[in-house]
């Protein structure tokens, strides 16, 4: 119970952090959404599945390494893409999205893998992925509504759904009791003789002990690593035109499975304790491994200036600092994509019909950027008038910045801004990047917004796009 508290408070306080109109505009630009949908239902079961062959592991074995690939929709990849500022919104979007396909896309995967390569069905417990979604979903729709209710406290919430991770994370290192059943079922003489080989080989030996065979840490592994870099890969398809920070976020949300469901029915699925301890390890190994290779992609990708939050700041201030777009500034990025496409497509020679669509693409983005500046405006000078009915000065001052700051960024994307102080970044190097440049154009720098403020105290952290 404790622990379904704490997901429900991490989801919440993550989706809260969201800007509601960004979260909206994952669904409704659909590719990077499509693409991590792809990469979880399709790519990462047949990897598990290709896994167990290859390596000839035994059923049981087999059986949970293709449940823990069939499960995605972990709410710690929202905690580990909030922790580095990958692109939040999109993974909270994905989670979302995956949790509902997870009713159907997980049983059929299930049945088709599992049904191909052991003659066998896996048996749901249905009970537990009810829980699970209506816990996920549930938290979700309270976050964004929040969120867009008190914008002023995301990073409060923020701060909230990072140490209910932090805490879940804690409360999963401490042993557990195992939940052991007795009683056999299906072919006696078959399962009596597979068990026998199981613990003959060293198949039920402690995981982390290494006294199992090396097929059984490479199968396990194998998934993690090649359905991050088929992710990685396929988000940075030229065609998509998905930013470098979306591109993080697929990876995390495709590499981050559901541990805790996988192992729920891996402990259902069998009776035997020795069947128990065999296939539990997979989850727990697996568990280990994204463990491992996700803060490494993270840190990676903060320091290459693949993230939101800026690559030169210090580790500390990163990990307690909220650097996620509002919708307008997510906005802003994505046209300056365009222009950066626009000039590549030029400065490369492109034919008369490529630059056309390159401009068709760069006055869709201008008009968004202008609708959703707009709305903002009006949104924030709403909120500006309830806090000086309310007497609340600290608020006003900062909504009054933020309603400069859009009206900045409307100037420059009308062409009447100021260059005061020089560019926030240096122009890109637009020929060697692969996603056509994310980085604006000149322009004023911008005053802070409240979503970049601290999560604790201390220095307001510098905006980086």
Same mark, same amino acid.
């Given at each position: ?167 879940? =994370? ?160 997510? @906005? ?44 903002? =405006? ?8 309830? @806090? ?15 309603? @400069? ?14 260059? =005061? ?45």
């Amino acid at each position: 119970m404790i622990s379904l508290i704490l997901l429900f408070f991490l989801m919440c306080g993550l989706s809260a952090t969201v800007d509601f109109k960004l979260f909206k505009s994952k669904f409704e630009a659909k590719r990077g959404i499509a693409v991590g949908v792809f990469c979880q239902f399709f790519v990462m079961p047949f990897l598990g599945f290709s896994a167990a062959k290859l390596f000839n592991l035994p059923s049981k074995l087999g059986i949970a390494l293709m449940v823990m690939t069939s499960s995605p929709g972990g709410a710690f990849s929202g905690l580990w893409c909030s922790i580095f500022n990958a692109d939040l919104a999109l993974s909270v979007a994905m989670t979302t999205c995956s949790t509902i396909c997870s009713i159907f896309m997980l049983p059929l995967n299930l049945y088709v893998y599992v049904n191909t390569l052991y003659g066998t069905n896996v048996v749901v417990p249905w009970a537990t992925l009810a829980i699970n979604i209506a816990v996920a979903i549930g938290a979700t729709v309270i976050g964004l509504f929040i969120g867009a209710k008190l914008p002023l406290y995301r990073d409060k919430f923020n701060t909230l759904g990072n140490l209910s991770g932090i805490i879940l =994370i804690m409360m999963a290192l401490v042993p557990q009791d195992k939940q052991e059943a007795t009683g056999h079922s299906g072919n006696m003489t078959a399962e009596a003789a597979e068990l026998h080989m199981l613990n003959a080989e060293g198949w039920c030996d402690g995981v982390f002990g290494f006294g199992r065979p090396a097929a059984f840490y490479m199968a396990t592994a194998m998934p993690c690593f090649l359905g991050l870099f088929v992710a990685l890969g396929a988000a940075s398809l030229p065609c998509l035109g998905l930013i470098k920070e979306e591109r993080v976020a697929i990876s995390v949300e495709t590499l981050y499975q559901n541990t805790g469901l996988a192992l729920s029915i891996a402990l259902s699925a069998f009776s035997d304790p020795c069947a128990v301890t065999a296939a539990s390890g997979v989850p727990l190994f697996y568990g280990a491994v994204e463990a491992l290779l996700l803060p490494g992609l993270l840190a990676v990708s903060w320091r290459i200036g693949w993230t939101y939050a800026p690559a030169k700041e210090s580790c500390w201030v990163v990990v307690k600092s909220n650097y996620q777009p509002s919708a307008v500034e997510a @906005a802003h990025r994505k046209l300056s994509v365009a222009e950066s496409a626009l000039e590549l497509t030029k400065s490369q020679g492109g034919t008369a019909e490529q630059i056309t669509e390159q401009e068709e693409l760069l006055d869709v983005a201008k008009t968004k950027f202008r609708t959703l500046a707009a709305s903002e =405006i009006e949104s924030l000078n709403e909120q500006l008038s309830e @806090a000086r009915e309310a007497g609340q000065e600290e608020n006003v001052a900062t909504l009054e910045e933020s309603i @400069a700051g859009v009206e900045r960024l409307q100037a420059l994307v009308d062409g009447n801004g100021k260059d =005061i102080d020089g560019p926030m970044t240096p122009k890109p190097d637009v020929e060697n990047d692969v996603d056509r440049a994310r980085t604006p154009p000149k322009e004023a720098p911008r005053p802070q917004s409240p979503s970049k403020a601290p999560k604790e105290g201390g220095a307001s952290p510098t905006v980086e796009p």
